[in-house]
C-alpha cells in the first residue's frame, strides 16, 4: 500500500528557459544572462572580515540572533526607513526559507499573493496545504517594491491592506527586500512605518533580505519584524526545528547593517546599470512600465513574453517571460539589473544594433 502522499509543485520556472538560453548562447559574442536576481559585485570587504572573524565560534547560535545584531536590526530599520517601535525581532535563513515555510509554520488555512507575484507566495501555500484565494485570506502576502514589475505601493494602499486584515484578525506579510532601492519619486515606505500603521504592530510582519542591499545573497541573510506575539511563536517553532543563522552570518550582517555608505554605494551601482539599460531599451522601441524601485526593468512589446523573450535571444540577451509571475505578466518580461557593468553596455549595445 501506497503511504505517501508527495506534494505535488508546479514546474521550476527557470527549467522552462533552456531553449532561449541555447539561443542566446550562440550569439557570435556569447550570452548576457538578464534573468535571475543575483548579486554580481563582491561583498564589502569589512562585512567578509566580520565573517571570518566570528568563523573560530562553536556554539549553536541562538535563533533569536545574539543581542548586537538584534540591536543593529532595530537601529537600522529606524534609520534607513523610518520603522519605528520594534520589539518582535527574528534573524532568518534567507527570506525565501522563511516565505516558503511560514504559512505552514503560521497554521494558516488560507493565502492570499499578489496578481504579479514572486513564485515562492504560491509555495508557501502549497507547502502548508493552505488554500490560495483572491481576498479574505488568513495571511496575505503583499510586496511593495513588487518583483517582478518593480510597482510602489503608496501609503494610501499600504494603509487598506493594515486595515482589511485587523477587521479581519489576519496577518499581513510585507516583503520588503527592495525596499531600499527606490529609483524615483515614488518612495517605497514599510507597514511599519507610522504613516501606515499609525505605530501599531498587531497582525503585521515585515521581511527583509541583505541578498539586495549587501550583496549577502550567498550568507543567507535575512530578518523579520513586526508583531511581537507572532515572531515569539515563529521564535520558538524555529527553535525546535533548529532554523538558526549561523554565528559568522550573524556577525556578518551586524556589519552590513551598520554600514550605510556600502549600502548606498551598492545602490549607486544600480542606479548607474538601470540608467544605460533603461535608455538602450526605450531607443530600441519598448515600453517600461513601473519599474520605479527594485533590481528589475518591467518591459513590453505589447505581444505575447514568450515571443519577445525570444526577440531578446536572438540578440543574445537571457530575460525572464512576465507568466512566470502569474497570468497577469503575459505581454511582459522581466529584465534585472544584477549585471556588470560591462555586460549592461553590452546589452544596451546589442539593443541599439
Not at 95 to 118: C, F, G, H, M, W
Not at 290 to 316: K, P
Request: proline fraction near 7%; aromatic fraction near 8%; charge should be negative.
Amino acid at each position: 500500500m501506497n503511504v505517501r502522499h508527495p506534494i505535488k509543485l508546479p514546474v521550476f520556472p527557470w527549467d522552462q528557459l533552456a531553449p532561449l538560453e541555447e539561443t542566446a548562447k550562440n550569439h557570435p559574442d556569447g550570452m548576457v544572462k538578464l534573468t535571475v536576481g543575483a548579486p554580481v559585485d563582491p561583498v564589502f570587504p569589512s562585512i567578509q572580515v566580520a565573517l571570518s572573524e566570528a568563523a573560530a565560534l562553536s556554539g549553536y547560535p541562538p535563533t533569536i540572533g545574539v543581542p548586537e545584531l538584534r540591536e543593529a536590526i532595530v537601529s537600522s530599520l529606524e534609520r534607513r526607513y523610518n520603522m519605528q517601535g520594534i520589539t518582535g525581532v527574528l534573524p532568518v535563513i534567507g527570506t525565501k526559507e522563511l516565505i516558503a515555510n511560514l504559512p505552514a509554520q503560521l497554521r494558516v488555512e488560507s493565502v492570499a499573493y499578489p496578481e504579479l507575484a514572486y513564485p515562492t507566495y504560491e509555495i508557501g501555500a502549497i507547502f502548508a496545504d493552505a488554500k490560495i484565494v483572491k481576498d479574505g485570506a488568513d495571511l496575505t502576502f503583499i510586496n511593495s517594491p513588487n518583483n517582478p514589475s518593480g510597482e510602489v505601493l503608496t501609503v494610501e494602499q499600504l494603509r487598506e491592506y493594515v486595515a482589511d486584515a485587523r477587521e479581519r484578525g489576519a496577518i499581513l506579510v510585507s516583503d520588503e527586500c527592495y525596499l531600499g532601492m527606490g529609483w524615483t519619486d515614488k518612495k517605497p515606505v514599510s507597514i511599519l512605518d507610522p504613516a501606515v500603521c499609525d505605530g501599531d504592530h498587531t497582525g503585521l510582519i515585515a521581511v527583509h533580505s541583505l541578498s539586495k542591499t549587501s550583496n549577502l545573497a550567498g550568507y543567507r541573510s535575512g530578518f523579520v519584524v513586526g508583531d511581537k506575539d507572532l515572531i515569539d511563536e515563529l521564535t520558538l517553532i524555529r527553535k525546535h526545528g533548529g532554523f538558526m543563522m549561523p554565528y559568522p552570518v550573524q556577525y556578518a550582517t551586524i556589519a552590513a547593517l551598520n554600514d550605510d555608505e556600502q549600502e548606498s554605494f551598492q545602490k549607486a551601482r544600480y542606479f548607474a546599470r538601470r540608467k544605460v539599460l533603461s535608455e538602450a531599451l526605450t531607443s530600441a522601441g519598448l515600453t517600461i512600465d513601473h519599474s520605479d524601485a527594485g533590481l528589475y526593468l518591467w518591459v513590453t512589446r505589447s505581444e505575447n513574453c514568450w515571443d519577445t523573450a525570444r526577440w531578446f535571444a536572438e540578440r543574445g540577451l537571457l530575460v525572464t517571460p512576465g507568466d512566470f509571475y502569474g497570468p497577469a505578466g503575459a505581454e511582459h518580461v522581466r529584465i534585472a539589473m544584477t549585471i556588470t557593468d560591462e555586460d549592461a553596455i553590452a546589452a544596451a549595445k546589442r539593443l541599439q544594433a
